[in-house]
Every structure is written in C-alpha cells, then in structure tokens.
C-alpha cells in the first residue's frame, strides 16, 4: 500500500505554476506535518546547471528547519520540476538523494507526481511512488 500526502488544490496549483514560470528547474520547500502538506515555500535553485539539475538554496532550508525546531511548520520535503520532462526522478535525482523518507513532488510535462526517498525503493532503488490526494 503507497502512502499518501495531502496537499489541498490552491498549493499544489501555487507549485505547477512555478514550475510552468521558468525554462530551468525551479525548486521549494514543502512544510506541514506528517501526512498534509501545509505550507509550499519557493527557494531559489542555486545548481551551477538549472537547465538539468536542482540545489534549493541552503539558506532556506536552514531557515526552515530552524523555524520548524522553534515551533513552526515541520520541513516534510521538496518539490521541483522537469520543464522537458516527465514526472518521475530521473537517476540524477535519485544520486542526489538521501534515503531520509522526505517527499518529493515532481512537476513533469504534463503531470504532478509525488514519490519518498527511501532506501531500496522501486525506483532507480532510492524511491517510492507516493499517492499525492488533492483536497478541496
């Protein structure tokens, strides 16, 4: 059985519109708790080749970790997009990522998909397909 995040339709909308802002790969965070996404917070791609590649700017994943650990919104995961491709992580991605159960939400071509890191997952044996329910 796939897990599943919430994330109501005016935040997954704020997301699609950012990825369909730019030609480059955009980039955000994606606070909340547990199973709901509450809070999607854009970052800066700061790779030295954002045509093919993402790096949220480490400031504001400091800035949003210390505010989670001062009470605030719990840092769950990212999203980012593929401007020419489809909604799954490319190998890159999965080289890039740590095994530490985060979301990532993936802006494709045509498509918004949702996956977690994990270790020996189906995909590229880094993810797991995540069921991603849009609340009104």
């Not at 919430?6 to 480059?24: F, G, N, W």
């Not at 809070?39 to 800066?44: F, P, R, T």
């Not at 400091?62 to 650990?69: E, G, L, M, S, T």
Request: hydrophobic share 45%; net charge negative.
């Amino acid at each position: 059985m796939a897990m599943k995040v919430e994330i109501s339709i005016t935040l997954r909308q704020r997301i699609i519109d950012h990825a369909r802002s730019s030609q480059m790969e955009v980039c955000g965070l994606l606070l909340g708790e547990g199973g709901r996404i509450t809070v999607v917070e854009q970052c800066a791609n700061v790779s030295s080749a954002p045509a093919t590649r993402f790096e949220l700017d480490p400031a504001a994943l400091i800035a949003a970790w210390r505010a989670a650990r001062s009470g605030g919104h719990q840092v769950i995961g990212h999203y980012h997009s593929h401007p020419t491709g489809d909604s799954r992580p490319s190998p890159t991605d999965a080289a890039d990522a740590a095994p530490d159960g985060a979301i990532w939400i993936i802006v494709g071509t045509n498509e918004v998909a949702a996956w977690r890191a994990v270790d020996r997952g189906a995909l590229h044996g880094r993810f797991d397909p995540v069921d991603l329910v849009v609340a009104a």
